[in-house]
Nanobody, 125 residues
Framework: QLQLVESGGGLVQPGGSLRLSCAVKGFTSDYYVIGWFRQAPGKERGGVSCISSSGGSRLYADSVKGRFTISRDNAKNTAYLEMNNLKPEDTAVYYC??????????????????WGQGTQVTVSS
């Protein structure tokens, strides 16, 4: 059974940092990409970042470029999203997702078949 479990969300002040983790269970190989998505109240779920199966290729939404960094440790079956200089508009539920592919083709949520339960990130003073 495939399972993704996020952790690391919380409340942080503007300008602060958080690191989200996504533990991937059930995949028998590294042949999958990991994406991070977020959904704020009243808004559609949108793509944040994606990392290729090897970790050598990454995509970022324009709104987070230069502030967020995606990474993965295949030995630990875990992906990460390092978020710096957080802004109130980053407040959302963050989800990690997986799809069987070597490379990220975009940040479209419907292309990802496996999802975690989400973790809340709140940026507020």
């Amino acid at each position: 059974q495939l399972q993704l479990v996020e952790s690391g969300g919380g409340l942080v002040q503007p300008g602060g940092s958080l690191r989200l983790s996504c533990a991937v269970k059930g995949f028998t190989s590294d042949y999958y990409v990991i994406g991070w998505f977020r959904q704020a109240p009243g808004k559609e779920r949108g793509g944040v970042s994606c990392i290729s199966s090897s970790g050598g290729s990454r995509l970022y939404a324009d709104s987070v470029k230069g502030r967020f960094t995606i990474s993965r440790d295949n030995a630990k079956n875990t992906a990460y999203l390092e978020m710096n200089n957080l802004k109130p508009e980053d407040t959302a539920v963050y989800y990690c997702a997986a799809r069987r592919n070597l490379y990220c083709s975009g940040l479209t949520s419907r292309e990802f078949g496996y999802w975690g339960q989400g973790t809340q990130v709140t940026v507020s003073s």
